[in-house]
Structure formats: C-alpha cells, structure tokens
C-alpha cells in the first residue's frame, strides 16, 4: 500500500519561496501520476500541478504558471512543488495526490492515494 509523506510547508513572507516535497512509500505502483492539490477552509481542493511519470507530462492551474515547478525523483518516487512569488492567496493546507491513471489531470476525484497535508501560510 501507497503511503504519501507530505514535508517543507511553512510560513513566508509575500515574494517569497518555499519547496514541498511528497515522498511515497510503500508499494510504488499506482503512482505514475502525481500531483499537489491545495484547500483553505470552507472551499474545494483545487490542482495545483500534475506530473505524469511515463509521459513525463507536467501541468499547472493558471494562478500558478510561472511561479510553481513540479518536479519528480522517479528512483526515490518523490515529487516536489517548488513555490516562488509567493503570494497572501495561496495560503493553504497543499496535499499530495497519486494516481495510477488519471482522465483529467485537475480532477480530485482521479486520484486514490492522499497524502495528510502541510500548511503554507504566506503573510502580506
């Protein structure tokens, strides 16, 4: 079983940067998917980014192109977000998310392994 391990979540200042990283354990099929996805309290998880293992695809949300890097270390099955530009709105709980296949790459409902979460918080 799929274990995701979520690190590197803080508190900056506005402009500034901060890298996730989501190591997965366990069993390492189900995971060529891989993404971050982030919620603040009384609204929906969104997509952050997205990496596809085989095709070595990467996508972003809009808000964050140009500011976010997804990355991934296939031999330690790790995926990073690396956050610069930091802004007051991206304030969040982020979470990781893997997949073994996924339709949409942006659709919470794709992913079946979650990781607990790490907090960002960016101050004005």
């Known amino acids: 079983q799929v274990q995701l391990v979520e690190s590197g979540g803080g508190s900056v200042q506005a402009g500034g940067s901060l890298t996730l990283s989501c190591a997965a354990s366990?069993?390492?099929?189900?995971?060529?998917?891989m993404a971050w996805f982030r919620q603040v309290p009384g609204k929906e998880r969104e997509a952050v980014a997205a990496?596809?293992?085989?095709?070595?695809?990467?996508y972003y949300a809009d808000s964050v192109k140009g500011r976010f890097t997804i990355s991934r270390d296939n031999a330690e099955n790790t995926v990073y977000l690396q956050m610069s530009s930091l802004k007051p709105e991206d304030t969040a709980m982020y979470y990781c998310a893997a997949s073994a296949r996924v339709r949409t790459w942006w659709w919470r409902n794709d992913y079946d392994k979650w990781g607990q979460g790490t907090q960002v918080t960016v101050s004005s």
């Open positions: 990496t596809y293992r085989q095709r070595g695809s990467k």
């Open positions: 366990g069993s390492t099929s189900g995971t060529d998917a």
